[in-house]
């Protein structure tokens, strides 16, 4: 493989790795509000992990 080819490879999976995590992010959006209390969700602070229980 050239130094041509190699490049391009790291330019495209770079690209693929950015577009997995922005078409992964809203799935674990919805994830963290349905775990989270609903104040935490009026006042933005989202986690997967719940800070309490409900």
Not at 36 to 46: A, E, F
């Amino acid at each position: 493989m050239n130094k041509k080819a190699k490049k391009f490879d790291y330019v495209l999976a770079v690209i693929f790795v950015f577009l997995v995590i922005i078409t992964i992010y809203p799935f674990l959006n919805v994830l963290a509000i349905s775990f989270n209390d609903s104040t935490d969700t009026i006042k933005n602070v989202n986690f997967i992990i719940p800070r309490k229980l409900h």
